[in-house]
């Protein structure tokens, strides 16, 4: 019994079918059903109910499922400690981000990382959206960044969907209303975040698509313009940039054009440990 073949089968209890769990560890079905049989006759036991269409534990397999779950627990905890005695530089991870770690709920995660494996270092360093072209040959481990980027030997994960919203203040005209166009706003003054980043191209481009031509456009930080909104302005901005917020005397409006400007991982693939287990957790 190997600890490939316990994570195996508790890959199957979590996912609930051979298929979704194979797709989840890389390997086939197949190959799947070959390592958990060979597992059950290395038991001398039948750990799975196949009677049924779906996948269900036998009461043998509830119980292993139990002592299982408890060895891969003390396996992590063994190969942490142990990768303390490691390169330091194995176990440092190194990522690039926007400063959106509190708007998407990033820094959450990063800390249940963090207490996971205690022995790996994580260094973020936060940049705006103006810099990104001067350290993107930095070699960073991970960026995290809005849109698709150019990054030749990295591979790319998409983290959050975030779509354009419209928020108006509650005296505005339609502020009342959820499901409005871009267009329900052309005399309107638009409000966008700075010019350089990727959230004012999205709109601009929007915009030109629509034939949408705004007589006054006024760019800034997304708390100010959030601040700037009166009778008669609008901002647009990304929804879920919207969460840190007090919103109680704003409205926010779904628009008709869905229009997408995604968070994704970019990692670079590499041997180091600390990198894929990062990977795997997000």
Known sequence: MTIDQIQYFCAIC????????????HITQSSLSKHMIKLENELDIILFDRSHRQ?????????????????????????NHLDSFKDNTQNTIHIAMLP????????????????????????????????????????????ILRGDMDLPHYKKILLYKDKLTAVTSYKHPLSSYDDLSILD??????????????IAHI???????????PTHIRYGRLETILSSLKDYNVAFVMEKTL??????????HSLEEEVYGNIYLYYLPSGKTCIQNFISMF
Do not use: W
């Not at 969460?243 to 926010?252: F, G, K, P, V």
């Open 185 to 198: 706003f052309k005399d309107n003054e638009i409000l966008l975040p700075p010019q350089y980043t990727t």
């Open 55 to 79: 996948i269900t534990l036998t009461k043998a397999g509830e119980q292993f499922y139990l002592d299982a779950q408890k060895i891969l627990k003390d396996y992590y905890h063994m190969m």
């Open 100 to 143: 959106i770690l509190s708007q998407y709920n990033l820094a959450s995660k990063i800390d249940d990382f963090s207490s996971l494996y205690p022995s790996y270092h994580v260094e973020i360093d936060e940049i705006e959206e103006r810099d990104i072209q001067t350290i993107l040959n930095n070699q960073y481990d991970i960026y």
């Open 243 to 252: 969460s840190m917020y007090h919103l109680s005397n704003l409205c926010m």
């Open 203 to 213: 709109a601009l481009d929007t915009f030109k698509a629509l034939n949408f031509c």
């Open 14 to 25: 979590q996912y609930k079918t051979f298929s979704h769990a194979a797709l989840e560890l």
